[in-house]
């Protein structure tokens, strides 16, 4: 299965800054998912990211406040912007990696982040 | 609107106890059920069920999956106390977009006490 880098593993930001989160996966994945975990609850879908078009958004999330880039297909990235302390989460990347669903989908080692 | 519910939230067992998670869904465009054990921040691949009655195993985890009465459990034989961490349960459902996603359940926090 794929092998997914995520950086950075942890950050603080203050409030009203951006943070810019980056996957990098070790084999070519034609879609990437960006997941939010907020403390205590579980994984909640934010985006699709595809390569060559824009990013397809869950209800609740908007473009503008998670902007995605896929400029490959081996690479993306995550942006809180504007943040608040609401926005402190886990946020995790995953992929499909070698075209074996039977295996899941590889996840990222996570960003967790805090807004203070 | 599609869900995935996980029972129980948590639980606190001894080493050597057997557990049975419970994982029930409503999705439309059912694909797959998958479990994934996440003791950190990244999750990490357990099973994937697709078809009903066919019992998966690996080592003291197995599980099962009814798409029948729509849902599937995961149990742990002779728990360890590596085995404490957040059990998930994901849904792969497709949308009408023709695509297909995760859909997490609320997880259920397993510690397992020596």
């Known amino acids: 299965s794929a092998v997914i880098s995520q950086k950075p593993s942890r950050d603080i930001c203050q409030r009203g800054t951006s943070l810019t989160i980056q996957c990098q996966v070790d084999?070519?994945?034609?879609?990437m998912f960006w997941y939010r975990q907020q403390p205590g609850q579980s994984l909640t879908l934010i985006a699709t990211?595809?390569?060559?078009?824009?990013?397809?958004?869950e209800s609740g999330f908007v473009i503008d406040k998670f902007p995605i880039s896929r400029p490959n297909l081996t690479f993306s990235t995550l942006t809180v912007s504007n943040m608040s302390p609401e926005d402190s989460s886990i946020y995790l990347c995953?992929?499909?990696?070698?075209?074996?669903?039977?295996?899941?989908?590889?996840f990222g080692s996570g960003t967790r982040l805090t807004v203070v | 609107e599609d869900k995935v519910v996980q029972s129980p939230l948590s639980l606190v067992v001894h080493e050597g106890d057997t557990v049975t998670l419970n994982c029930s869904y409503e999705?439309?465009?059912?694909?797959?059920l998958l479990w994934y054990k996440q003791e950190k921040k990244a999750p990490t691949f357990l099973f994937m069920l697709?078809?009903?009655?066919i019992e998966k195993k690996s080592g003291r985890l197995s599980s099962i999956l009814d798409k029948k009465e729509l849902f599937s459990i995961l149990n742990i034989t002779a728990t360890q106390t590596g085995d404490s961490a957040i059990y998930l349960c994901?849904?792969?459902?497709?949308?009408?977009?023709?695509?297909?996603?995760?859909?997490f359940g609320t997880g259920t926090r397993l510690k397992v006490l020596a």
């Open positions: 995953s992929a499909l990696g070698g075209g074996d669903r039977n295996y899941g989908y590889t």
């Open positions: 084999s070519q994945v034609t879609m």
């Open positions: 990211a595809n390569q060559g078009s824009e990013a397809t958004y």
């Open positions: 999705v439309t465009n059912f694909r797959s």
């Open positions: 697709t078809s009903s009655g």
């Open positions: 994901a849904v792969e459902a497709g949308s009408s977009s023709g695509t297909y996603k995760y859909i």
